[in-house]
Every structure is written in C-alpha cells, then in structure tokens.
C-alpha cells in the first residue's frame, strides 16, 4: 500500500500523537448529542494501550477563531473516560512545555486529550512551526480522523511531515466501506444537504458522476436563489454556481418546503410550493412533494449517498423531511451509504442505523471521496511514508 497502516509501525512504548475527529454535536448547554465519532476510535485507542503505547489524542471542536470556553474538549474527554472505563487526561493546552511536562509524566498505556486544536488560528492556516510543535509532542503520528481528511490543516497534513505515520483502524474501515459508493453501481443517487458551502463545492463535482443528485438545506437554498426563486428570509450562503450545474435537469432542487416564521418549536408553519415562499418566513424542510420524487428515484436506484439533513430536524416540528427520507433510505433495495455528524445524530435518532449498508463519521470528507477526489489527509499519508518508510 501507498500509505502505513497501524501493522506497518512500530509503537510499542512510544508516544503516539493521534488526530481524531471528536467534533460531536451539541446542544446549547455542551451535552454531546451523537457519541458516533468518539466510539468510532476506540478500537484504534485500544489497539494502542494494549501497545503499551502513550496515547495523545487531538481533534478540533467546531469553528472557532480563538479560545472559546464553550467549545473547550472537557465534555469530549469525560464521555470517552466513560466510554473507555478508564481515565482520560484532559490537558488544556496542545502544545508548548507545560504539555509536554504533562505527557512526560505519563505511563505507557495511559490516553491523554489535547485541548481543541482550533483555539489556534495556526490550526487552519497550516502553519509550519505549530505542526512542528504537535510533532514535538510525540514519536509516531497516527491519523484516524476520517471526517477531517478533506481539510489541509497542521494537525492533519503538517504533522505528518515530521513524524513517522499511518492511518487508522476507522480510516481504514471507512475507506472500505465508501469504496461502495465511490465505484458505485448504477443508477446512483447523491442526496447531498446541510449547511456547509463548501459542500456544494464538492456536490458540483459529483453531478457528472450520480445518475440524479438532489440538492436541499442551506445547499438547496444557494440552488433555489441560482434558478431564481424568491426564497425569503431562508438561510444563504454567498457562492455562485457553475450554470451547466444550475441548469442541469440532473439536479434536483425542492418543489415544496415547509416554511416558519421563526425558528422555534412554536413557530408558525406552512407548506408551500417553493415558487410561494413567502416573504418574511424561511424554509425549515422538504414538503411531501419533495419527499414523493426523491422516493421515486430511490425505487430505481443501486447505490444511495446520502450526506446532510434536508431540515432542521433538531426542532421537532421541522423534524418530518429528516426523518423520513432516513426511513426510506434504510428501507431502500439498494446499497445505502449515509455520511456526516449531524445525518449520524438524524439517523441514531430515529434508531434507523441498521437500515444502512454504511452510516459514515464524515460529512464533507465522505462527500469528497465519493466523488473520487484525493483527500489532502490521505495525500500526507503518501508523502509521509515515502519520507519516513
Ligand atoms: C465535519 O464536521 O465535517 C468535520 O469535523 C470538519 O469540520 P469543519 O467543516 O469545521 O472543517
Ligand atoms: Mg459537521
């Protein structure tokens, strides 16, 4: 293989720097709402206890520009303390010498937790002399952040540089498991939602390889405004689209969506055709119309990918779209792959996991590997073994 798998490495009584994707959602009040992608790692942490290895663990926590007390790892490192049965150390730092004094008091076997990686604008820039201070920290590099592999940022392609590496047991099984949707059998039917733009970026990609390709949530917004619907106050982002991507019959957008006031369970609804959106209300999910033609296309499809919440189905009265395209899908005579944060919270939610051929830890990383592109992640993992062995 191009790239070091655990087997290839040897970290029996090494420090051992791990990039984990623990960016779980929350609610207001930091309660960990879907647990997937913490217990997604454990068998590559318990690999590397049974080692003997000193386990450091790092992720980032959603997108902060600097330290944010709310978005601090503390929660994260409690619920894997429970989910391990064994104390995790929180450190409230990730690098410079108080860590290092920190790790070095460490024994083999023993897991530690860095503090959110994002606290550092450094993180997200890539800055080189930050990804040598995380390097410092330890012998060998282990990326097991599958949902990160489509971001090049320190902890993930600048570490990798300076340590010896290798990926995973999660990267590896999903890589495994999205091969499904990537070599695709057809018909194949992309369901890509949710509210990252830089999703859309990576979906305009995939409509040359999906037979059909629905668009909704925030993404189905930016494609009702590009073909020219009045969508009110509904959420937007600012990005233009390839026309030949707009105007494709390929691509599907809503025909009807729910429409509230304000977003809030006590919100007044409605559902309209979205050529009616009134103004003032915004879109809050797919109306049955919608839900019937994606059922249509499902009937006749091999392979499903499905990534984002077509609605904001945390609030309960904008929760039906969400929750029954999960059903149909995990009902579907089809291969389904589903991937992202908040579709696993939609989908353990509604208890609809084993419904699903695959239920991916990522969102826009298992997005951009259906769609063939080279995960910068995976990318690191190539030069790093050509570098180290
Ligand atoms: C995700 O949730 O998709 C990953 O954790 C990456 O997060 P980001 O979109 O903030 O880079
Ligand atoms: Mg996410």
């Known amino acids: 293989m191009k790239f070091n798998t655990l087997k290839d490495v040897d970290v029996e009584g090494k420090r051992v ?8 959602p929350m609610d207001k009040k930091g309660k960990i709402l879907d647990d997937r992608r913490i217990k997604a790692v454990i068998p590559t942490i318990n690999y590397l206890t049974k ?13 902060p520009k600097k330290i944010n007390d709310k978005l601090r790892m503390d929660p994260i490192a409690k619920r894997l303390s429970k989910l391990l049965k064994t104390n995790v150390i929180k450190l409230d730092d990730c690098l410079g010498a108080t860590v290092e004094d920190q790790i070095n008091e460490m024994q083999t076997g023993e897991v530690c937790l860095l503090e959110n990686l994002r606290f550092y604008p450094e993180e997200t820039k890539n800055d080189k002399l930050f990804a040598q201070g995380l390097a410092e920290l330890a012998n060998v590099y282990v990326n097991d952040a599958f949902a990160t592999l489509h971001r090049a940022h320190a902890s993930v392609v600048g570490v990798p540089h300076f340590l010896p590496s290798c990926v995973g047991l999660l990267v590896m099984k999903e890589v495994k498991q999205l091969e499904k949707a990537r070599k695709a059998r057809k018909p ?11 999703k859309l970026r990576v979906a305009e990609k995939m409509f040359t390889k999906a037979s059909n390709l629905f668009i909704g949530g925030v ?21 233009k689209l390839q026309k030949k991507f707009v105007n494709s019959t390929k691509v599907i957008a809503p025909e009807d969506v729910v429409v509230a006031n304000r977003i809030a369970q006590g919100a007044k609804t409605k559902i309209v055709a979205v050529s009616d959106i009134p103004t003032g209300w915004m879109i809050v999910d797919i109306g049955p119309k919608t839900l019937k033609r994606i059922k249509e296309i499902v009937g006749h499809s091999r392979t499903v990918f499905w990534s984002g919440p077509p609605g904001l189905f945390e609030i309960p009265k904008f929760s039906k779209g969400t929750k029954a395209l999960a059903k149909m899908l995990a009902g579907a005579n089809a291969v389904t792959i589903a991937g992202g944060g908040d579709t696993a919270e939609a989908i353990d939610q509604f208890k609809l996991d084993r419904g699903f051929t695959h239920v991916s830890t990522g969102g ?26």
């Open 188 to 198: 194949f039917f992309a369901i890509i939602c949710g509210a990252k733009e830089d």
């Open 17 to 24: 720097l791990v990039r984990v994707d623990f960016n779980v």
């Open 51 to 63: 080692k003997k290895a000193v386990v450091i663990l790092m992720s980032h926590l959603g997108r």
């Open 364 to 389: 826009g990383a298992s997005v951009a590997y259906v769609e063939g592109a080279e995960l910068p992640g995976m990318k690191a993992m190539i030069e790093s073994k050509k570098r180290f062995g």
């Open 219 to 239: 993404l189905g917004n930016i494609l009702l405004k590009a073909r020219g619907f009045k969508i009110g106050k509904s959420k937007i982002e600012k990005i």
